[in-house]
């Protein structure tokens, strides 16, 4: 008969010690888009391969012109393999005086009557996630002697920073890399109580634009009223990026983009996402987004553009009468459908030179461009996976799109030719990217409990 | 017979001597703008104070409730008595890696044959043009045995930081710092070859912005097309400030401002500043000024506004897909003629909450509200001025406006009813405020022996 029942208790009755690895691993400040934290994040990654290693798995770091990699195998012939994706990497913290504890000292808090949550920089993303696969083997193993599934893992160090190079990295792996089907825990659930598993992502473009004018900051006073002022220019292109219903202005931008299905509309309506629960929240009233759209749908199946940073002049304390020389922004784009990230790349740097006179220049930094992605809704991993997380939650399992993109999906589709499974337990309210992010503990637990039970059910 | 003669020979043979005790004086950081560098803006005030003892000034520090004020006095009884005004605090260096020499290293280059000029942070703005002033005191002193005018000297440490002390400081003295005429140098020849003194002051109101969304910073992917995003939003408000005619929209903001006479364009017709010789020499090819004025206009005698900076969300090293709670800029109006700067600080702020819906706030800052200020271009200190000018140069010297501020003329006028002689050697190409600021020798040492001649001119 089925070990399940030891295995889930044996994680209830283990869930401190959980937590305290979990912990001792979040200290770790891994922020790979800051080079001051490169030799933390070769820290984090050789804490999860040792801990692999502990687990019967031939763990290894595998090097990249980046961030190490996190490899591990524990194969098992003649049963079905997968291959499970994460990442170890975390964002940075700033702005930090708007944390309310050390981002790298995780804490347990009851933010609510019997809601506790652990805090820190990556305790859901993606830290936290991921443990709730690896606490499943470990007392899958402790119970078992084994694992249902021969499994392969792959942490990357560089998620946060454009996995600029885990393309490279799969492809020159693809051997050893090959399985069944893969699986990511870096989505979230519908809510607290409704798991969710992620059936389609939006894909990225990230771009840096600085634009130039004169050839050295100016004194206003001198040159105000004649100069050109490349803050005032790009703020120019900024505000020109959306119309006044919302729609992104660059040209060829919505090609490739499908409307939705009057089911796939229907489905969203019977959801009932409303403003006020969902930018509640975070303290604002009304959506931003394309008119005549459900909110589900702007957040989930429509592309969209934001400005993720802006800076130029002077912007320390007090006043300094400059006409800088050039400003800059990092300006990303969510991609759906068949969107061309390549084409969207060039059309935006089109789109802003075309805006600029002969004696004023732009450059381009050009930081991720990745597709959008869709993962089958009907295979049998996603049929046995869907039953395991209504049966540990006790709620039909919904199968949403992400606003987010996870670009490894897309790499594993195009270069070892295998689907994904997303499954994660996330929450809006998680703060991931934001100070304070914390994970709960109920999404911690039963996210462990609902791994043992997929583990279980692909293995049958 | 006239010692002239004899103190301009002092001041050329001692020229090395007094770029010795200029560099030294340079070498002070005094950064008013940031508190870092006060205990520095002190000193500096202090080696000011000690050489103007040694001139036989009864010299003190003014405490203020920000940087101390230096206060000397040389009284004349029975002569003409004149107040002098500088200032001894400079601007902050960054961005410290465009320039080619430490800031408060100065340095002696020659950039062009026969051409030298001294290099560091202040070396225009203001301290080599206060020391203008001060050697050519020095070497009346050493030859005549005195002035031919009583002196006092009111050299201030928060100009650069909107001179909000000031004010209050001159009401309190104006027993002490009563004259028959102030003079000002800080501010600029018409070219290299050509004396100016300027007749006409912009003024200033410069105010910080925030505008605030969320009520924490969001992840894109999460919250992406539908949350509102400060930098959009402010970034759409900063495009909107000027119309396609270059005209500012703020509502009122023209109340005030007169157009030029007939004689008044004639002599600027005459000058025959182009695009070419102001904008190209600093990269530019093109006037964004309003349509259908004269460049000279634009810059001179028309009220501008422009972002002096801008900031928001990651601007870091690499990507973060972030949308910020909150953006600001600090946006600085320059203005002229009957302008009131405070019903146009609070136009800006109600044009900017016009435009923000009841989920976005703003808030702002009021760093400096100044109105414009015209000089009387007839009294005889300034044509004993310009004649003496002429005839050190031997070039005409011209009366021009400035587009800059120096909100004390307005103080002395209003506080002590006193008119301003605003003369001053600063060239365009002087990179105030900027990297590698720069002052010409030649402005050095004829400023220098201007001054000697100015002073002899107003006691006789």
């Known amino acids: ?17 959980s937590l305290a690895r979990l ?47 996190v490899l ?33 000292k995780p804490v347990v808090k009851e933010i609510a009557p019997g809601r506790k949550v652990i805090v820190a920089r990556g305790a859901c ?59 990511v825990c870096d989505t979230g659930m519908w809510d607290r109580d409704t798991p969710a598993i992620t059936a389609s992502l939006r894909g990225m473009v990230y771009q840096e634009v600085t634009i130039k004018c004169a050839d050295r900051d100016l004194h206003s006073g001198l040159f105000g009223g004649a100069a050109a002022n490349p803050v005032h220019v790009l703020s120019r292109i900024i505000a020109s990026l959306h119309d006044e219903t919302g729609r992104i202005t660059v040209p060829g931008f919505y090609e ?17 996402l409303t403003e006020e ?36 002049g002077y912007t320390g304390e007090g006043t300094k009468t400059v006409i800088a020389a050039k400003a800059s922004a990092k300006v990303s784009f969510r991609l759906v459908g068949k969107q061309d990230p390549d084409k969207i790349a060039a059309a935006f740097q089109a789109y802003v030179r075309a805006q600029l006179p002969d004696d004023i220049s732009a450059e381009f930094i050009v ?15 996603l049929t046995k996976a869907r039953a395991a997380l209504t049966e540990e939650w006790g709620r039909k399992a919904v199968t949403i799109g992400s606003g987010g993109s996870v670009p490894v999906v897309g790499d594993f589709k195009r ?38 039970r997929i583990l279980q059910a692909l293995g049958s």
């Open 1 to 17: 008969m089925s070990k399940l029942p030891a295995v889930l208790s044996r994680l209830d009755a283990d869930l401190d010690a």
């Open 72 to 104: 591990a195998h524990r194969p098992k012939p003649g049963a079905p393999h997968v291959l499970f994706y994460g990442h170890y990497d975390v964002q940075p913290v700033d702005p930090l005086n708007l944390w309310d504890t050390e981002p790298f």
């Open 367 to 381: 930081y991720s461009a990745s597709p959008a992605i869709a993962v089958p809704a009907d295979s049998p991993a």
């Open 125 to 183: 993303d993606d830290k936290g996630q991921v443990m709730t696969f690896v606490e499943a083997m470990r007392a899958t193993i402790a119970e078992t002697g084994d694992l249902p599934v021969g499994v392969t893992i792959l942490v990357e160090g560089e998620e946060e920073s454009g996995s600029v190079n885990l393309p490279a990295f799969v492809r020159e792996n693809a051997e050893a890399l090959k399985a069944d089907i893969a699986l």
């Open 256 to 272: 490739g983009v499908e409307e939705p299905s009057n089911s796939q509309k229907a489905d969203w309506a019977d959801l009932g």
């Open 277 to 312: 629960e969902f930018l509640g929240q975070i303290g604002l009233k009304h959506s931003i987004g394309e008119k005549g759209r459900m909110l589900i749908e702007q957040i989930q199946s429509r592309p969209t553009c934001d400005v993720n940073g802006i800076w130029g």
């Open 23 to 69: 912990s001792s691993w979040l200290e770790i400040p891994s922020i790979s888009t800051d080079s001051a934290y490169w030799p933390d994040s070769r820290r984090a990654a050789e804490w999860l391969r040792a801990d692999l290693e502990s687990l019967g798995f031939k763990a290894s770091l595998g090097e990249t012109p980046g961030q190490p990699v």
């Open 415 to 452: 270069l070892l030719g295998m689907d994904t499974l997303l499954v994660g337990f996330g929450l809006d309210d998680d703060r991931v990217h934001s100070p304070n992010e914390k994970y709960d503990l109920s999404s911690f637990h039963k996210g462990q409990r609902s791994w043992a």
